[in-house]
Each structure stands twice: as C-alpha cells, then as structure tokens.
C-alpha cells in the first residue's frame, strides 16, 4: 500500500526558514507534490517534483530523493500569511493522487 | 481560479437518508475527484474520474457511489447517510495525463449527519 509521513505540526517565527519532511513508500512512483490549505480552505497546488533535485519558486523550494523516498518543502523569509497546512502528495502505480495528513505551520511575531 | 463549484456548501441530513453532492467545472478538464478531509486524516480519496462514465475507487469508497454522464459533473452519492461520513468533502480537477499533478479544489461542503 501507500503511506506518507511528514510532521502534525511545525512553529517558526516570522523572517525564518523552516523545512518540512515528507517520507513516502508507494508501489510505483510518479513523483512528489506539495499543497497549501489555510483555515479549512481549498487547498492550493505549491509544487511537483518528479526528478530528483531542488525546484525553487519564490520563497518556497521543494526537494526530492527517490533513493531515499524522501522530500522536503522549505518556506524561506516566513510570513505570517505562510500560517497553513501542508500536505505532501504521491501519485499511486494506478493514477490515484494520495495525501499525507498534513502538517499544521504556525509563524509566530 | 479555476472554474469548479460544489453544492450544496453546507448540508444537514439524518441517519439513513441518501445524500448526493454534486461538483461542476467548467474548465473541460478530464480528471475529477471526491475526497474527504478529517481531523488527524488529512484528505483522503473516495472516488475518481478519468472520463465520462469512467471512474475507479479510491481509499475510501465504501458507503459511496460516484457518477459522471458529462465531462462537467461528478456526483457524490451516499446511499444511506452514516455519522461516520459527517466530513468536509472536497472535489477537485486535473487536466491532461495521468501525471499531471496539479489538482485545482473546489471550495467544500460540509457534511453532518445526525
């Protein structure tokens, strides 16, 4: 089966980086997304990573390791308004796109 | 943003009573998808389409049944209503291949069932 892990919750202060872990074991891979939900909203796509590397936009960066089934989201300069949810994502060997639980940012003053 | 509504956004139903959501775009994209989201879950999949009248289940799909006569709509039937799928029941849309990643979501419906 599918499973993703990443952290329940994560606090930083505003003007910080902070990276949040996601490690994932699938039967097939087609690469790693990442999604941002505030307040119980409509979660909103950030980034995909098929290959592995770093892919950068803006202040958000995510990495990938196949070899290592891990991946990261990293939030530079933080900002209040960065205070959300964050949910990894892998696509299953049969096209279904799955969701880890989400780790909750707080970005304190 | 992308063109996809959900109705009802708030629902209020008893025990054993059939409920159906219903999730519209207007965006021609050819991949929908229903998933809830719970407390401690995250979002998890009930069922998705890949075209009209093709769709397959997700992790959660028992208790649901999905249909999809046009490309625009996907609709989220619950035969007989349980306090168990009082949740928060998202739709969303891909376009393209299967690999395309980026999922627009509909904006939610609350579900409780008493």
């Known amino acids: 089966g599918q499973s993703l892990e990443q952290p329940s919750e994560v606090t930083a202060v505003e003007g910080a980086i902070v990276q949040i872990n996601c490690t994932y074991q699938t039967s097939g891979f087609y690469g790693l997304s990442w999604y941002q939900q505030h307040d119980g909203g409509a979660p909103t796509f950030l980034s995909y990573n098929g290959l592995d590397g770093l892919e950068e936009t803006g202040r958000f960066s995510s990495f990938l390791s196949r070899s290592d089934s891990y991946g990261y989201l990293l939030l530079q300069e933080l900002q209040m308004k960065d205070s959300a949810s964050y949910f990894c994502a892998v696509r299953d060997h049969r096209g279904k796109l799955i969701f880890g639980q989400g780790t909750e940012l707080s970005v304190k003053p | 943003d992308a063109g996809i509504t959900q109705s009802p956004r708030h629902k209020v139903t008893e025990t054993g009573t059939p409920v159906t959501l219903r999730c519209h775009q207007t965006?021609?994209?050819?991949?929908m998808y229903w998933y809830r989201q719970d407390p401690g879950h995250g979002l998890r999949l009930i069922h998705y389409?890949?075209?009209?009248?093709?769709?397959d289940k997700g992790e959660v799909s028992d208790g649901y049944s999905v249909s999809r006569s046009k490309t625009e709509d996907f609709l989220l039937t619950l035969e007989s209503a349980t306090s168990s799928q009082t949740s928060v029941y998202f739709c969303?849309?891909?376009?393209?291949?299967?690999?395309?990643?980026?999922?627009?979501f509909g904006s939610g419906t609350q579900l409780s069932v008493l």
């Open positions: 965006e021609n994209h050819r991949y």
């Open positions: 389409s890949y075209g009209v009248k093709d769709t």
């Open positions: 969303a849309i891909s376009e393209g291949q299967p690999t395309n990643e980026k999922l627009f």
